[in-house]
Protein backbone atom coordinates (compact mmCIF):
# COMPACT_ATOMS: atom_id res chain seq x y z
CA UNK A 1 0.00 0.00 0.00
CA UNK A 2 2.66 2.70 1.30
CA UNK A 3 4.43 1.81 -2.45
CA UNK A 4 1.92 2.74 -4.59
CA UNK A 5 1.11 5.70 -2.33
CA UNK A 6 4.50 6.78 -2.79
CA UNK A 7 4.47 6.13 -6.93
CA UNK A 8 1.15 8.12 -7.05
CA UNK A 9 2.52 11.28 -5.07
CA UNK A 10 5.61 11.64 -6.76
CA UNK A 11 4.27 11.66 -10.10
CA UNK A 12 1.74 14.28 -8.64
CA UNK A 13 4.42 16.26 -7.37
CA UNK A 14 3.35 15.83 -3.68
CA UNK A 15 6.71 15.40 -2.25
CA UNK A 16 6.36 15.40 0.96
CA UNK A 17 3.69 12.78 1.38
CA UNK A 18 5.83 10.75 -1.01
CA UNK A 19 8.60 11.29 1.74
CA UNK A 20 6.06 10.04 4.00
CA UNK A 21 5.02 6.82 2.41
CA UNK A 22 8.92 6.29 2.07
CA UNK A 23 9.58 6.54 6.47
CA UNK A 24 6.44 3.76 6.66
CA UNK A 25 8.11 1.43 4.05
CA UNK A 26 11.61 1.64 6.09
CA UNK A 27 9.81 0.72 8.93
CA UNK A 28 7.73 -1.92 7.85
CA UNK A 29 8.62 -5.16 10.29
CA UNK A 30 8.59 -7.71 7.39
CA UNK A 31 11.40 -5.71 5.08
CA UNK A 32 14.83 -6.79 5.19
CA UNK A 33 17.98 -5.30 6.16
CA UNK A 34 18.64 -5.31 1.72
CA UNK A 35 15.37 -3.92 1.17
CA UNK A 36 15.21 -0.99 3.42
CA UNK A 37 18.50 0.17 2.30
CA UNK A 38 17.46 0.01 -1.71
CA UNK A 39 14.90 1.87 0.19
CA UNK A 40 16.62 4.73 2.31
CA UNK A 41 18.76 5.13 -1.26
CA UNK A 42 15.99 5.56 -3.99
CA UNK A 43 14.46 8.23 -1.36
CA UNK A 44 17.71 10.08 -0.93
CA UNK A 45 18.33 10.15 -4.40
CA UNK A 46 14.79 11.23 -5.27
CA UNK A 47 14.68 13.77 -2.06
CA UNK A 48 18.10 15.56 -3.20
CA UNK A 49 16.85 16.16 -6.93
CA UNK A 50 13.43 17.26 -5.30
CA UNK A 51 12.81 18.52 -1.53
CA UNK A 52 9.91 16.73 0.47
CA UNK A 53 7.55 19.87 -0.06
CA UNK A 54 4.09 19.55 -2.02
CA UNK A 55 3.72 22.17 -4.50
CA UNK A 56 0.50 23.85 -4.44
CA UNK A 57 -1.18 23.21 -7.85
CA UNK A 58 -4.03 25.78 -7.57
CA UNK A 59 -6.00 28.33 -5.71
CA UNK A 60 -9.27 28.96 -5.59
CA UNK A 61 -11.90 31.59 -3.86
CA UNK A 62 -13.78 30.56 -0.85
CA UNK A 63 -17.31 29.41 -2.60
CA UNK A 64 -18.85 31.33 0.32
CA UNK A 65 -19.89 35.30 -0.46
CA UNK A 66 -19.05 37.57 2.28
CA UNK A 67 -16.00 34.65 2.85
CA UNK A 68 -11.90 36.32 1.41
CA UNK A 69 -10.62 33.07 1.74
CA UNK A 70 -8.33 31.33 -0.56
CA UNK A 71 -8.55 27.64 -0.63
CA UNK A 72 -5.69 25.77 -2.16
CA UNK A 73 -6.30 22.39 -4.17
Known amino acids: MYSLVA????FNECY???S???VK???LPDVTD???EQY?????NL???HPPIDKVKK???CPKRDCKARITE
Open 59 to 61: EFN
Open 34 to 36: KER
Open 16 to 18: KEC
Open 47 to 49: FSR
Open 7 to 10: ISCF
Open 40 to 44: ELLAI
Open 25 to 27: LER
Open 20 to 22: KAF
